[in-house]
């Protein structure tokens, strides 16, 4: 029976994985929200997913940044359910069919935390507002002061850090024809080939 016991001692310092304890997510405290970002970390060892809203807390998953299909390169998308302090809370990870279904799929199912500064999206909205709401003040305007319909003439807007997120709403900052705007979106749109409006 001792014998038995130290194998199986032996093998969970070996990493034999069912022994292995699964490090806990800290959500306490994160805001509700539902959005879908993708990754801007460019680093080639993978965008870390931690523990909790710290870059101090473990690390429990390496996602793979980005995938080739039909020659070009595709980001990794996070549906994400809450933020606290500049990071996002995920719940899954995955890789969109961009012509490719076989390099398609889902990379990651749990919950976890990533940057805010390392998730970006596109953004369908005309304005940008002080707060997460609709009635809130202007805080930048996404379209041409010349068009006649600024609804059907917003810019392309993409999203270079998400600083926060609450229900639809993403309090994000982006460079806008040469100048930094930040303020509350809603309508963001991760999807890498089509322009959601």
Not at 43 to 61: C, E, F, Q, T
Not at 89 to 109: C, H, N, Q, S, T
Not at 188 to 193: F, G, M, R, S
């Amino acid at each position: 029976m001792g014998r038995l016991v130290g194998g199986l001692a032996l093998l969970g310092l070996l990493g034999g994985g069912a022994f292995a304890a699964e490090t806990p997510v800290d959500t306490s405290g994160a805001v509700a929200c539902a959005i879908d970002v993708y990754s801007l970390d460019d680093d080639p060892n993978g965008l870390n997913v931690r523990a909790g809203p710290s870059g101090k807390a473990a690390v429990i998953a390496k996602l793979e940044n980005s995938r080739e299909q039909d020659g070009e390169s595709f980001e990794v998308e996070m549906r994400v359910v809450g933020s606290k302090d500049g990071w996002l809370l995920i719940e899954k990870a995955f890789f969109r069919d961009y012509g490719e279904p076989d390099k398609a799929g889902v990379v990651f199912e749990k919950k976890g935390w990533v940057s805010g500064t390392l998730s970006g999206s596109d953004v369908g909205d005309v304005v940008l507002r002080a707060g997460p709401s609709a009635d809130a003040k202007v805080a930048a305007t996404l379209y041409s002061p010349n068009s006649s319909s600024p609804a059907g003439k917003v810019d392309r807007f993409e999203v270079a850090r998400i600083f926060a997120c609450k229900g639809e709403w993403a309090e994000v900052e982006g460079e806008f024809r040469g100048k930094t705007v930040r303020g509350w979106a809603t309508r963001l749109c991760a999807n890498q080939i089509t322009v959601c409006r």
